[in-house]
């Protein structure tokens, strides 16, 4: 209960950071001093995700331990050609880009299944810059879009790491959140499946390219295809 209103108001501060200008090109999570999992590379038996994209290259490990249905559902997808020629239909500077609508209105795509699926909450999952993540249209309602955290650093003001501190949030998780950036406000609310591990300056790319009033960008980014492999 205290993480959902904490997240309430958090969302608050981290859209007044939006419009105040966090602006920080520059996040290299290699650098990281954290024992939190997003932060560790890739091992053997990990499966990956590479998302071609016409700016580039986004490679991602996925965690199936801590979210099977999201890791299912985006795996089938992709291996299915469902992502092939999707857009990234909503670009928010400092915040997110989002994708897997094949109408690319926002208000497409389903499961697997045809019909929505549970949350996977874990307090071993954030929403550190990089992470991999469910959209959804409230509790229990994903289905196939999603997107990459691209916070900045400067977005983890004192007042939030404060907050995050007082609402009991474990003090490794803080740290984590205190380097790399990202948006503690969606912790609890989408399910992270995954992680980038490289590529992460694409996301930044497309996470800059000039948008219309809709946060949509004007001369579109485009999904190629999605590569799953498992590291050998």
Not at 41 to 58: C, L, W, Y
Not at 104 to 130: A, M, Q, V
């Amino acid at each position: 209960m205290k993480k959902r209103f904490f997240a309430v108001f958090v969302s608050v501060a981290v859209i007044c950071c939006l419009f105040a200008g966090c602006s920080q090109k520059t996040v290299n999570l290699a650098k990281v001093k954290s024992g939190e999992m997003q932060f560790a590379q890739p091992v053997s038996g990990d499966t990956v995700a590479t998302i071609k994209t016409n700016m580039g290259d986004i490679k991602a490990v996925l965690y199936p331990k801590y979210a099977p249905l999201a890791v299912e559902n985006f795996v089938t997808h992709a291996q299915n050609g469902y992502y092939n020629g999707v857009t990234f239909h909503r670009v928010i500077e400092d915040f997110v880009i989002q994708s897997g609508d094949p109408e690319g209105t926002g208000n497409g795509g389903n499961s697997i299944w045809e019909l929505p699926f549970s949350d996977e909450f874990s307090d071993k999952l954030h929403h550190y810059t990089g992470a991999l993540s469910m959209a959804n249209s409230g509790e229990d309602t994903n289905r196939s879009q999603f997107f990459i955290v691209t916070s900045q650093p400067k977005s983890m003001t004192e007042e939030i790491i404060t907050l995050m501190g007082e609402a009991g949030w474990r003090q490794e998780i803080i740290d984590a959140y205190s380097q790399a950036g990202g948006a503690p406000n969606l912790d609890y609310r989408h399910t992270v499946f995954g992680q980038v591990y490289e590529g992460l300056e694409i996301a930044f790319d497309i996470s800059f390219v000039k948008t219309d009033d809709n946060d949509r960008p004007k001369e579109a980014v485009i999904i190629e295809t999605i590569e799953i492999s498992v590291i050998e």
